[in-house]
């Protein structure tokens, strides 16, 4: 079965733009979860959505925020972008959440700010 | 303060030699415990989680609340161990929270 798909792999943008990443989670996962990679912090939880709920959200500025579709894609958006966002960000799905059922992680997406 | 901590950020190991990659959590509730393993080039995947008392590629790793650890072991580490691997701790909520992880490198 097909993998979780992240798009895009990578980006380059600019301080004070925005931008959206995408997760398309395993057919009949209903959870989906964000995560930061950075040298520094590590994996750092940003949001959990479950059948279009956020039922969770880490310690993150309110630039940043998400969604999940009813086809259980979810996107996440940042705003006002700045130098520090660069990371890289991994989605991971899994049927009804990450503690209680085995979660399968994307490739990510690199996100460069300059 | 949910905290995992792994305290070596490299571990060098020769071929046939026990490893042990080491986690401690900080916790105050009943902690559900995960070793996550990352390949060169490859995503981050689940190696083990403790609640299954699994041995995965050799590996095992016991919860002591005692002592807020769940160290990852092998008795004989093979050159494809050679990877990223993060300790995460799962707490009331769907959401893990990962140590900074340990290199492991496995010499021939």
């Known amino acids: 079965k097909a993998g979780v798909t992240q798009t895009p792999r990578y980006l380059i943008k600019t301080r004070g733009q925005q931008v959206t990443l995408s997760c398309s989670p395993i057919s009949g996962h209903r959870s989906v979860s964000w995560y930061q990679q950075t040298p520094g912090q590590g994996l750092q939880f940003l949001f959990e959505?479950?059948?279009?709920?956020?039922?969770n959200k880490g310690n993150f500025p309110g630039r940043f925020s998400g969604r999940q579709f009813s086809n259980s894609r979810s996107e996440m958006n940042v705003s006002t972008l700045e130098l520090g966002d660069s990371a890289l960000y991994l989605c991971a799905s899994s049927l009804v959440g990450i503690v209680n059922t085995e979660a399968f992680f994307g490739q990510g997406t690199r996100l460069t700010v300059v | 303060a949910q905290r995992v901590t792994q305290p070596e950020k490299l571990l060098s190991v020769f071929k046939g030699a026990p490893v042990e990659l080491k986690c401690n959590y900080s916790?105050?509730?009943?902690?559900?415990l995960f070793w996550y393993v990352q390949y060169s080039r490859q995503r981050l995947q689940l190696l083990l989680r403790?609640?299954s008392r699994e041995s995965i590629k050799g590996f095992t790793a016991d919860l002591n609340k005692g002592e807020t650890s769940f160290h990852l072991k092998k008795p004989f580490a093979q050159e494809e161990d050679s990877a990223m691997y993060y300790c995460a701790l799962g707490t009331g909520s769907e959401k893990l929270v990962f140590g900074k992880g340990t290199k492991l490198t496995v010499n021939p």
């Open positions: 916790y105050s509730g009943s902690p559900e």
């Open positions: 959505y479950f059948s279009e709920t956020q039922r």
């Open positions: 403790h609640i």
